[in-house]
Structures are given as structure tokens and as C-alpha cells.
């Protein structure tokens, strides 16, 4: 299978401020890429890339006073597999984990386990560890929280999210790792492609998309407690501890977003893109993912 994806984004920058970007493809799929993937910024501007302490690509730049336009588009081989289930897929004892996944265990910024601990051990204590206890997590999460793009809100905690039970799909996954981390299942936040392969198009405008992994039978599965089932076609940008970790963009000083647009579709055998690459998309994103100013 081929995928098309991409965006169109800009922001208006009232002065030169620094800003650190997260939209490339995780190196783990850079061998899967059939065109070039290259971020085009107008004006040109000097901008590098540098890997973060997650692995994940970020690029600087300092962006000139007014607008900045930053695109990206480009095709990528997918196997058309759903995501792995393996039922027998066991939960390790903490002792038993890698040093590299204790960091999955702890709180953080949007995932504040010390406030839900309780509940966690309450409700899924009981459900034997591993798959069964996840996937019992991801019904009772996606059953709990009610989607809206407009309840977006980037700042919502893991805790603020389940007692006000609205949210987008960043919320889903920070409520369903925190309680898979509240019960020592080391679990991390993932950002990325995810279009409507497979399942009926949802009319609501295109946008990256947030789901979780967690690490049980000694590896990472892929879950998604906002669709709660199995999907075709994620392209993965960046992984971290939550939603801080993987901002899309990140400015050190007053950044306003004026156009945001993604595209993510699959590319049918006898299609082949046009000159500049681009189809035209004009969606605008209200799904509240991350833009920091620091």
C-alpha cells in the first residue's frame, strides 16, 4: 500500500523567534519513504535537524518577523496491516523491565498518575496483567470520554480528562496510559498519520493524529483508545513520556498559527501525484495538538 501524506502550516511571528519543529517521519520509517521528504519553508530560511533524547527528528529554525509557511508532502510504502493483536502477551514484572522503560512507568506533565492510582488498581487490578488489562483499560477509556474537536483543550490532564470526561484523541491516550502506568505497564504517548483507510471517512477536517504503545511480552504493541480497534496505516512521527514531549512545534516567544491543513490518504495503484507533489487541501485542524511557546 502507498500513502500520501503531508501538511500546510503557518504561523504569523510578530518578531525573529527561535522555534524547534517535530513534523518529520520517525527514522524508523525513513526506509519506507518512495519520494523525497523534505520540509519547504517560505521564505527559505536555514533550518537543521537534530535527534532528541526520544529519537524522534526535530528541526530548528529561526523564523523572520510575519508569515512563515512550512509544507511538507510525500508518498510511503505501508504493509496494509492492521495494528498486532496478541492476546497471550504478558505484563513483566517491574524488576524484569529493560532500564530504557522505567521512564514509561513514571508520571508526567499531562499524565498525573499519583492522582489516579486509586482508581486504576480499583478497576483493573483485578484483570490479568498483560494484554487483557490494556485492552479492558482502552473500552473503559473510549466508553468514558466523550470526542469533540471542540473540546480541545492543550493543556488537559490525564485526571482533568476523566472527571470531565470530553476531550480529543490526545486526552484519550493520556488517561489510557496513565492508567496502565498507575498499574506498573510501562506505556508511552505516540503522535502521527493516521487517515481514513479502511473505515468510512470522517467528515471532520484531517489532522495528525495521537494514539499509545505499550510495552507487554517484551515489546511495544500499538493501542488506540479513541477508535478502541484495530487500524491500517499509522505513519509515526514522534514518541515521548506525553503530548510535551512531541509537540509539533515549539516557539520560543509569540507564535500565532493563521493555516493548518493535513492530508493523509491512500494513493490507488493507477494514481500518481502531481509535479509539485501536492493535492489541494484547504481543511482546517481543530484537534488542539501541541503548540508550545516556551
Wanted: net charge negative; glycine share 8%; charged share 25%.
Amino acid at each position: 500500500m502507498k500513502i500520501e501524506a503531508g501538511y500546510d502550516i503557518a504561523f504569523h511571528f510578530p518578531q525573529e523567534t527561535a522555534m524547534v519543529l517535530m513534523l518529520s517521519v520517525h527514522p524508523e520509517r525513513r526506509h519506507d519513504l518512495l519520494t523525497a521528504h523534505s520540509i519547504q519553508f517560505s521564505p527559505e530560511i536555514v533550518a537543521r535537524d537534530y535527534l532528541d533524547g526520544f529519537g524522534n527528528v526535530c528541526t530548528r529554525l529561526v523564523a523572520p518577523p510575519g508569515v512563515l509557511e512550512i509544507r511538507n508532502r510525500f508518498v510511503i510504502q505501508d504493509s496494509g496491516m492492521s495494528d498486532e493483536v496478541q492476546l497471550d502477551a504478558e505484563q513483566l514484572p517491574v524488576d524484569k523491565l529493560p532500564d530504557e522503560i522505567l521512564i514509561y512507568l513514571l508520571g508526567s506533565r499531562y499524565c498525573d498518575t499519583q492522582k489516579l492510582s486509586d482508581l486504576a488498581w480499583a478497576m483493573f487490578g483485578p484483570i490479568q496483567g498483560g494484554w487483557h488489562r490494556v485492552r479492558a483499560i482502552c473500552d473503559y477509556v473510549h466508553n468514558h470520554i466523550q470526542f469533540g474537536y471542540h473540546h480541545a483543550r492543550n493543556d488537559r490532564t490525564a485526571a482533568e480528562g476523566h472527571e470531565e470526561r470530553i476531550g480529543v484523541c490526545r486526552d484519550f491516550a493520556h488517561l489510557a496510559i496513565t492508567l496502565c502506568r498507575c498499574l506498573n505497564i510501562p506505556a508511552r504517548y505516540c503522535t502521527g498519520y493516521l487517515g481514513d483507510i479502511g473505515v468510512p471517512r470522517d467528515p471532520a477536517p484531517m489532522d495528525f493524529s495521537a494514539w499509545f504503545e505499550v510495552f507487554i511480552g517484551g515489546r511495544w504493541f500499538t493501542f488506540d483508545a479513541r477508535h478502541n480497534h484495530s487500524r491500517v496505516g499509522r505513519i509515526v512521527i514522534a514518541r515521548g513520556r506525553d503530548a510535551a514531549d512531541v509537540a509539533i512545534s515549539t516557539s520560543f516567544g509569540p507564535a500565532i498559527l493563521t493555516r493548518f491543513a493535513v492530508v493523509t490518504e491512500e494513493l490507488k495503484e493507477d494514481e500518481s501525484l502531481s509535479p509539485d507533489g501536492c493535492r489541494p487541501t484547504t481543511a482546517q485542524s481543530e484537534a488542539g495538538f501541541n503548540f508550545e511557546i516556551a
